[in-house]
């Protein structure tokens, strides 16, 4: 077994000369019967606005902290060992700048090592210790936590969760060992691989409770106090501690390897098998139902090294940049004080779109929103389901009774469009077209203040048109939201030439008061997301029409890590509207985007791909078969997967060039955000370059250097048409 006190840890100390450090501050607090706790408190010296970090510096630091505690308890100084950190904040685990640095797989493997040896030095104190988890604890951050021997939680903690299977990387600093062997191998699943591919959903402090990563949890007014108090009273003897999702030896035998196996065709279903780091995830979770801790821990060093060094985690971190940075300093966006307040919100329209986005609102903006339709029944019915999806809130512990009863007192409906009169804020979410659109806004306009804003949720059309008919176009802006709502984290704010930036600046704040990321696009054909996704289904649809099978098709695709085939995506956002995005591109460009009579008659039939009882793919539906039977000129996968490539890469540049967007970071951004594309392909455009598209096409690239991660160029004569 490795000797982690035996290491060099030099070449990790050489990458950091300019780290943040986190320090490691110890005081003593007295307690009952004259004994005494050492309360380690994490603290980079910034505000809550910079996270605790943890690189090399910080760990060498908490090592050393640790051997002087052991020092300390072995005298009968100090009787227990508690950790905690700055205000809100535990620890938001490793600094990634500083992992995208590392060289070499030796100096990767350091880093896990480093920190197994700096964490797990909390288990060989001689006396109890404790991690008081009072705020945001990532990664790391919970690893701090899971290497401690109890643990107590703040109620009010925003964030707990492993995320880094979503970064391309695995928990290597105890979780894959430590976290199932603590809360059962079904909910250690949840927490390292399911959570992380939903968008990096994370935990609440009450949720860290139920599933037994903490122990106890408190009120978060007297949380130190009274975490210092059961600390007390566990050394003390008078508290003891159960813990009923501590797997048993039946969960061992039966269970375990069960649940690994569903989870492993979970993932080859929903993700394919591109991305490395959940199938390492997965396999360490697996062999942590047997052996020591120290095999545990040596199997994190050797997997967390493997995939450092890999390409995966550049493009991983390439794409973790552009989320955590470019997003949150949007191009283009206009000085936050030009913003108007929004102080009521209308919405027209009271179908689940529309619901949705009336949900959004209350529930982030906390002001009166009133829904309207063409019918009092059909305004019921959306109230209806507002308050229903509130209930929901409310029965899963995410809202209390009081904020429930009170967001639903803000919702309201009406048929009477006189009742948006004090709104500031006007978003409509009806159907997909052009005159229904127009129509709404000329009407609305005639009863809401010249200083309102308006807002279109269209996902094709021009925002500008749309606003034709309007006194004040300036007003108007896209605010295109992808569904579902709650979940995905990207609105496209569509700037018109008429757009002013009174009405941009407040665009910009209301989507990050909504907790969304918001990138600011041009008024062009399906703005970036969709304008992407229909030349991907432009060309699946014409290699179909002309004789290609849909499986063939989607092999063409799998290269690309997009998480479902073009065929799942067709019926997941509905064939008509399938039908009708490509109508809408074909339309605006005529020599690039195909238009497909099939898949008006697949949308007719209303029907692609056979399912069974439970949902799950089957294959393809016999009539949808024969509806796009007699094509005469199918392509091979390989043909294809360069024409997906090429075509991309030509449209890619053409949007740039027309600045859709302002770089080629955005294009990236809005696919990973609005589309599930993964963080380990790093973004579409640096795939394009490592496969050699962006040369083939315009003789160039879209990132000098490229980019390191998966793809590589195929070996097949280019077919044009």
Same mark, same amino acid.
């Given at each position: 077994?490795?000797?982690?006190?035996?290491?060099?840890?030099?070449?990790?100390?050489?990458?950091?000369?300019?780290?943040?450090?986190?320090?490691?501050?110890?005081?003593?607090?007295?307690?009952?019967?004259? =004994?005494?706790?050492?309360?380690?408190?994490?603290? +980079?010296?910034?505000?809550?606005?910079?996270?605790?970090?943890?690189?090399?510096?910080?760990?060498?630091?908490?090592?050393?902290?640790?051997?002087?505690?052991? $020092?300390?308890?072995?005298?009968?100084?100090?009787?227990?060992?508690?950790?905690?950190?700055?205000?809100?904040?535990?620890?938001?685990?490793?600094?990634?700048?500083?992992?995208?640095?590392?060289?070499? =797989?030796?100096?990767?493997?350091?880093?896990?090592?480093?920190?197994?040896?700096?964490?797990?030095?909390?288990?060989? !104190?001689?006396?109890?210790? %404790?991690?008081?988890?009072?705020?945001?604890?990532?990664?790391?951050?919970?690893?701090?936590?899971?290497?401690?021997?109890?643990?107590?939680?703040?109620?009010?903690?925003?964030?707990?969760?492993?995320?880094?299977? *979503?970064?391309?990387?695995?928990?290597?600093?105890?979780?894959?060992?430590?976290?199932?062997?603590?809360?059962?191998?079904?909910?250690?699943?949840?927490?390292?691989?399911?959570?992380?591919?939903?968008?990096? =959903?994370?935990?609440?402090?009450?949720?860290? !409770?139920?599933?037994?990563?903490?122990?106890?949890?408190?009120?978060?007014?007297?949380?130190?106090?009274?975490? /210092?108090?059961?600390?007390?009273?566990?050394? $003390?003897?008078?508290?003891?501690?159960?813990?009923?999702?501590?797997?048993?030896?039946?969960?061992?035998?039966?269970?375990?390897?069960?649940?690994?196996?569903?989870?492993?065709?979970?993932?080859?279903?929903? /993700?394919?098998?591109?991305? =490395?780091?959940?199938?390492?995830?997965?396999?360490?979770?697996?062999?942590?139902?047997?052996?020591?801790? $120290?095999?545990?821990?040596?199997?994190?060093?050797?997997?967390?090294?493997?995939?450092?060094?890999?390409?995966?985690?550049? $493009?991983?971190?390439?794409?973790? +940049?552009?989320?955590?940075?470019?997003?949150?300093?949007?191009?283009?966006?206009?000085?936050?004080?030009?913003?108007?307040?929004?102080? @009521?919100?209308?919405?027209?329209?009271?179908?689940?779109?529309?619901?949705?986005?009336?949900?959004?609102?209350?529930?982030?903006?906390?002001?009166?929103?009133?829904?309207?339709?063409?019918?009092?029944?059909?305004?019921?019915?959306?109230?209806?389901?507002?308050?229903?999806?509130?209930?929901?809130?409310?029965?899963?512990?995410?809202?209390? #009774?009081?904020?429930?009863?009170?967001?639903?007192?803000?919702?309201?409906?009406?048929?009477?469009?006189?009742?948006?009169?004090?709104?500031?804020?006007?978003?409509?979410?009806?159907?997909?077209?052009?005159?229904?659109?127009?129509?709404?806004?000329?009407?609305?306009?005639?009863?809401?203040?010249?200083?309102?804003?308006?807002?279109?949720?269209?996902?094709?059309?021009?925002?500008?048109?749309?606003?034709?008919?309007?006194?004040?176009?300036?007003?108007?802006?896209?605010?295109?939201?992808?569904?579902?709502?709650?979940?995905?984290?990207?609105?496209?704010?569509?700037?018109?030439?008429?757009?002013?930036?009174?009405?941009?600046?407040?665009?910009?704040?209301?989507?990050?008061?909504?907790?969304?990321?918001?990138?600011?696009?041009?008024?062009?054909?399906?703005?970036?997301?969709?304008?992407?996704?229909?030349?991907?289904?432009?060309?699946?649809?014409?290699?179909?029409?002309?004789?290609?099978?849909?499986?063939?098709?989607?092999?063409?695709? #799998?290269?690309?890590?997009?998480?479902?085939?073009?065929?799942?995506?067709?019926?997941?956002?509905?064939?008509?509207?399938?039908?009708?995005?490509?109508?809408?591109?074909?339309?605006?460009?005529?020599?690039? %985007?195909?238009?497909?009579?099939?898949?008006?008659?697949?949308?007719?039939?209303?029907?692609?791909?056979?399912?069974?009882?439970?949902?799950?793919?089957?294959?393809?539906?016999?009539?949808?078969? @024969?509806?796009? #039977?007699?094509?005469?000129?199918?392509?091979?996968?390989?043909?294809?997967?360069?024409?997906?490539?090429?075509?991309?890469?030509?449209?890619?540049?053409?949007?740039?060039?027309?600045?859709?967007?302002?770089?080629?970071?955005?294009?990236? !951004?809005?696919?990973?955000?609005?589309?599930?594309?993964? *963080?380990?392909?790093?973004?579409?455009?640096?795939?394009?370059?490592?496969?050699?598209?962006?040369?083939?096409?315009?003789?160039?690239?879209?990132?000098?250097?490229?980019?390191?991660?998966?793809?590589?160029?195929?070996?097949?004569?280019?077919?044009?048409?």
């Amino acid at each position: 077994m490795t000797n982690y006190d035996s290491l060099d840890f030099s070449p990790l100390l050489e990458l950091s000369a300019d780290e943040v450090v986190t320090h490691s501050l110890v005081r003593d607090i007295p307690l009952s019967g004259g =004994r005494v706790l050492a309360l380690v408190t994490l603290d +980079n010296g910034r505000d809550h606005t910079r996270p605790n970090t943890l690189g090399a510096v910080s760990l060498m630091e908490f090592a050393t902290t640790m051997d002087a505690l052991t $020092a300390r308890a072995s005298r009968g100084e100090i009787h227990g060992v508690a950790v905690t950190g700055k205000p809100f904040i535990l620890a938001a685990g490793a600094d990634l700048s500083k992992v995208a640095e590392i060289p070499s =797989r030796e100096v990767g493997k350091l880093l896990s090592q480093l920190g197994h040896h700096a964490f797990g030095k909390q288990a060989t !104190l001689g006396v109890p210790s %404790f991690v008081f988890i009072n705020g945001l604890a990532l990664g790391g951050g919970l690893e701090v936590g899971l290497n401690a021997q109890y643990r107590t939680v703040d109620a009010t903690v925003p964030a707990i969760a492993l995320p880094e299977v *979503f970064l391309g990387l695995i928990p290597g600093w105890g979780g894959s060992y430590l976290l199932p062997n603590l809360i059962g191998i079904e909910n250690a699943l949840k927490v390292i691989i399911e959570n992380p591919l939903k968008n990096n =959903r994370t935990l609440k402090g009450a949720d860290a !409770l139920s599933l037994g990563i903490a122990d106890v949890m408190f009120a978060s007014a007297r949380f130190l106090e009274q975490s /210092i108090e059961w600390a007390d009273g566990v050394i $003390a003897g008078t508290i003891t501690v159960s813990r009923p999702n501590e797997p048993g030896k039946i969960e061992r035998l039966v269970k375990w390897d069960v649940a690994v196996g569903i989870a492993r065709k979970m993932l080859e279903g929903r /993700i394919g098998t591109v991305a =490395r780091s959940p199938y390492v995830a997965l396999e360490l979770l697996r062999a942590a139902k047997s052996g020591t801790k $120290a095999e545990g821990f040596e199997r994190e060093d050797d997997a967390l090294a493997e995939l450092i060094s890999g390409d995966q985690l550049q $493009a991983s971190i390439y794409a973790f +940049n552009l989320v955590q940075k470019r997003a949150k300093r949007p191009a283009g966006a206009p000085d936050k004080k030009l913003a108007r307040p929004i102080t @009521k919100v209308g919405v027209i329209g009271a179908g689940l779109m529309a619901s949705q986005f009336a949900l959004l609102f209350v529930r982030r903006l906390q002001v009166p929103v009133v829904i309207t339709d063409l019918d009092q029944a059909r305004v019921d019915k959306g109230v209806a389901y507002i308050h229903s999806e509130i209930a929901a809130l409310e029965a899963k512990g995410r809202m209390s #009774a009081d904020e429930g009863n009170r967001l639903r007192h803000l919702v309201t409906g009406t048929t009477n469009k006189a009742d948006f009169a004090d709104a500031d804020w006007v978003i409509e979410a009806v159907f997909e077209e052009l005159s229904v659109k127009q129509d709404v806004f000329a009407e609305i306009e005639k009863h809401i203040s010249p200083e309102a804003i308006l807002a279109t949720n269209t996902s094709s059309l021009s925002v500008e048109q749309i606003g034709a008919k309007l006194l004040n176009p300036e007003r108007l802006v896209g605010f295109h939201f992808f569904n579902p709502v709650a979940v995905m984290p990207l609105i496209e704010v569509v700037n018109t030439p008429q757009t002013n930036e009174v009405t941009l600046s407040t665009a910009m704040v209301i989507a990050g008061k909504l907790r969304k990321n918001a990138v600011i696009t041009t008024d062009t054909p399906g703005f970036v997301v969709n304008r992407i996704l229909a030349k991907v289904l432009g060309e699946a649809m014409h290699a179909v029409d002309t004789g290609t099978p849909f499986d063939t098709v989607s092999a063409a695709i #799998a290269p690309f890590g997009l998480p479902m085939t073009p065929f799942e995506l067709l019926e997941l956002v509905g064939l008509k509207v399938g039908a009708h995005v490509l109508d809408t591109h074909h339309a605006a460009f005529p020599d690039r %985007f195909f238009e497909s009579t099939n898949l008006h008659r697949l949308a007719e039939h209303g029907t692609l791909l056979e399912r069974d009882a439970k949902g799950k793919i089957k294959g393809y539906d016999k009539v949808a078969l @024969k509806i796009v #039977a007699g094509g005469t000129a199918p392509m091979t996968a390989e043909e294809l997967q360069l024409r997906f490539e090429n075509g991309l890469a030509d449209e890619i540049k053409r949007m740039l060039d027309d600045d859709v967007v302002h770089a080629a970071e955005d294009i990236d !951004l809005c696919m990973i955000l609005g589309a599930g594309y993964p *963080f380990q392909m790093g973004g579409v455009t640096p795939y394009l370059d490592r496969v050699g598209a962006s040369e083939r096409v315009f003789g160039g690239s879209f990132h000098t250097p490229k980019i390191r991660g998966v793809g590589s160029a195929v070996a097949v004569t280019v077919v044009t048409d």
